[in-house]
C-alpha cells in the first residue's frame, strides 16, 4: 500500500490526487489551493472538480469571486475515501492487534522505519521490532511460528513486504542505549503499537 498518497494509488491520476486532498481535511478550498497541494495544474483541477460534483462527492459552494469546495461527508464514498486517508493509523492499529492475539505475548511490538515516519509507500517495507520475553527461547517452534503468521498478517492487510527485527527483553535496553543506527532510529521515532513503552524498556534491569 501507498500510504503517503493512499487514495491516489486506488484512483490513479488527477482525480485520485484532488480527493486525496478533500479527505485530508474538513476545510473549504478554492481551486488555485487544491491544485497546489495536489500537486497538479489548475486547469487539470478545473477539469476533475466539476465531474466529482456532479458524482455528488464533492460540495461546491460559490462565495464570488470564488467557489469553495469540499468533501461531502454524507455520501456513499465519503467513508470509502476517509479510510483510504488513514490507512497507515489503520494498519498500525492493526499490527497492534495481531501482535496481543499471539499465542506466545512479545513484551513489546515497535513500528519504525519509513511507515512510523509517514514516509511509507507501496515499495517500502514494513519494519517492526518485537521484544521477546525472557522465558521463551528464539528459535521455540511456537515463538518462531508466530512470527511469521504476524508477518504474514501485516502484509495480507497491507500488501508490503514485512521485515521483523527480534530481540530478547535481556538485550533490548543495550539495543536502545547503543550507538547502533537502527536502534537509535527506534528510539527516535518508533511507534509502540503492543506492550511496553519504548521508555520502559529502556529502564530494564538484567539479572
Not at 490526487?17 to 478533500?22: N, P
Amino acid at each position: 500500500m501507498d500510504f503517503v498518497r493512499p487514495i491516489e494509488a486506488i484512483v490513479p491520476g488527477a482525480q485520485g490526487r484532488v480527493l486525496e486532498v478533500l479527505a485530508r481535511t474538513t476545510d473549504e478550498l478554492n481551486l488555485r489551493t487544491i491544485a497546489r497541494l495536489a500537486g497538479i495544474s489548475p486547469a487539470q483541477t478545473s477539469r476533475v472538480l466539476p465531474r466529482l460534483a456532479y458524482l455528488g462527492i464533492v460540495r461546491r459552494r460559490e462565495v464570488p469571486p470564488a467557489s469553495l469546495f469540499s468533501l461531502a461527508l454524507d455520501h456513499v464514498a465519503a467513508g470509502p475515501l476517509l479510510a483510504l486517508a488513514a490507512s497507515r493509523q489503520s494498519v498500525l492499529d492493526e499490527i497492534g492487534r495481531a501482535a496481543s492475539e499471539l499465542v506466545d505475548l512479545p513484551i513489546s511490538a515497535i513500528v519504525f522505519g519509513s511507515l512510523a515516519r509517514g514516509e511509507a509507500d507501496a515499495e517500502s517495507d514494513i519494519d517492526l521490532a518485537v521484544v521477546r520475553p525472557t522465558h521463551i527461547d528464539e528459535d521455540d517452534d511456537s515463538w518462531v511460528d508466530g512470527l511469521e503468521s504476524l508477518r504474514q498478517r501485516v502484509r495480507d492487510v497491507s500488501g508490503n513486504q514485512v521485515e521483523i527485527l527480534e530481540v530478547g527483553v535481556d538485550d533490548v535496553a543495550h539495543k536502545l542505549t547503543s550507538n547502533n543506527p537502527v536502534w537509535a532510529d527506534i528510539c527516535r521515532e518508533g511507534r509502540v503499537v503492543y506492550g511496553r513503552s519504548i521508555d520502559e524498556l529502556r529502564e530494564i534491569k538484567v539479572g
